[in-house]
Nanobody, 118 residues
C-alpha cells in the first residue's frame, strides 16, 4: 500500500506564496503521474496540476497557470506545489494524488488546508 502525506498548508495574505509538499511511502513507489487537486467549501474537488513521474512533463488548470508550479524529486518520492500570487479564491483543502498509467488517481493524501485572506 502507498501512503501520501501532504504538508505546507497554512494562512497567507493575498499576493503571498506557499509551497506544499507531498511525500509517498510504503511499497515500491513508481507512479505514472502525481497531481494536486483542491476542494473549496461547498464545491467539488477539482484538478490543479500534475507532473509525469518519468520525464517531468507538467499540466495545469487554467486558473493557476502562471502562478503555480508543480515539481517532483524522484529520489525523495516527493511532489511539490509552489503557489505564488495567491488569491482568496485559491482557498481550499489541497490534496495530492498518484496514478498509474491508464488508471485513475487511486492514491490520495489526507489534504492540507490553504487559506488566503484578502
Amino acid at each position: 500500500q502507498v501512503q501520501l502525506v501532504e504538508s505546507g498548508g497554512g494562512l497567507v495574505q493575498a499576493g503571498g506564496s506557499l509551497r506544499l509538499s507531498c511525500t509517498a511511502s510504503g511499497r515500491t513507489f513508481s507512479p505514472y503521474a502525481m497531481g494536486w487537486f483542491r476542494q473549496a467549501p461547498g464545491k467539488e474537488r477539482v484538478f490543479v496540476a500534475r507532473v509525469v513521474w518519468i520525464g517531468g512533463a507538467t499540466y495545469y488548470a487554467d486558473s493557476v497557470k502562471g502562478r503555480f508550479t508543480i515539481s517532483r524529486d524522484n529520489a525523495k518520492n516527493t511532489v511539490y506545489l509552489q503557489m505564488n500570487s495567491l488569491k482568496p479564491e485559491d482557498t481550499a483543502v489541497y490534496y495530492c494524488a498518484a496514478k498509474r498509467l491508464g488508471a485513475a488517481y487511486d492514491y490520495w493524501g489526507q489534504g492540507t488546508q490553504v487559506t488566503v485572506s484578502s
